[in-house]
């Protein structure tokens, strides 16, 4: 599998023995495939994907607009995000023990038929609090080494309207557990931003300027965090 982009647009490549060339927007996260017989060249490659570009933009953009669910009822055919990426729900009756796996494109979610919405709630959350738990502390360390500061601790709560907290005083971070759901970059920006509360309390020009030296691009991930 090779890679190639086209206006900002990544595209994987494989090649088969096919006849014919063909291309893809996976309906699931609007990433884009391009299958290839084995004789083709690389230039007849990005020619075919030039080509169709327009038409990959319009797939994208109403797979972007797809209205999302208001509220998760926790059923199987339900769309789910880990790290960025969207997964359907895939619902398992079981009486042996609760549990929350991937398989492919799938979450497997395995409850009792008894289960109820808030019980499904609280074991799909439980499952991204130690998916999120495991992936902080390198990328906490990183994020410290960076910045220049280090925190006395970290910890993981649910929160509704920030992705992060800072206590100065304590040097203590919190960090949402929703952030399980966004792409790691997301998760790299709010410890960064947090941390950076350490070396200036608000949110003025020298806060920026910090943000600007240590993630350069931390506009852009907060305008995609918080779409």
Not at 68 to 83: A, C, D, F, R, T
Not at 89 to 108: A, E, K, P
Not at 128 to 156: M, S, T
Not at 177 to 185: D, G, M, R, S, V
Request: with cysteine.
């Amino acid at each position: 599998m090779t890679y190639l982009t086209i206006n900002g647009i990544e595209m994987a490549v494989e090649k088969k023995s096919i006849k014919n060339m063909y291309i893809r927007v996976i309906p699931l996260d609007g990433k884009v495939k391009i299958t290839a017989p084995m004789h083709v060249t690389g230039d007849a490659i990005k020619s075919f994907a030039v080509s169709r570009i327009e038409w990959i933009k319009k797939q994208q953009q109403k797979i972007e607009n797809r209205p999302e669910p208001m509220e998760y009822q926790y059923i199987s055919g339900e769309s789910h995000y880990l790290w960025g990426n969207r997964y359907n729900l895939d619902v398992i009756y079981s009486n042996t023990r609760d549990s929350v796996s991937l398989r492919g494109q799938n979450i497997i979610l395995q409850v009792s038929k008894e289960s109820t919405m808030q019980q499904r709630a609280y074991i799909m959350n439980e499952w991204y609090r130690e998916l999120l738990k495991n992936a902080i502390p390198q990328l906490f360390e990183k994020c410290e080494r960076l910045v220049g500061v280090k925190a006395k601790e970290w910890r993981v709560k649910n929160m509704k309207t920030k992705w992060g907290t800072c206590n100065i005083k304590a040097k203590r971070i919190w960090l949402n557990l929703q952030l399980a759901k966004k792409a790691p970059e997301c998760l790299e920006y709010v410890i960064i931003h947090e941390l950076v509360h350490l070396l200036e309390k608000s949110h003025n020009n020298v806060f920026k300027a910090y943000m600007n030296n240590f993630c350069p691009n931390w506009r852009e991930i907060k305008k995609h965090l918080n779409s």
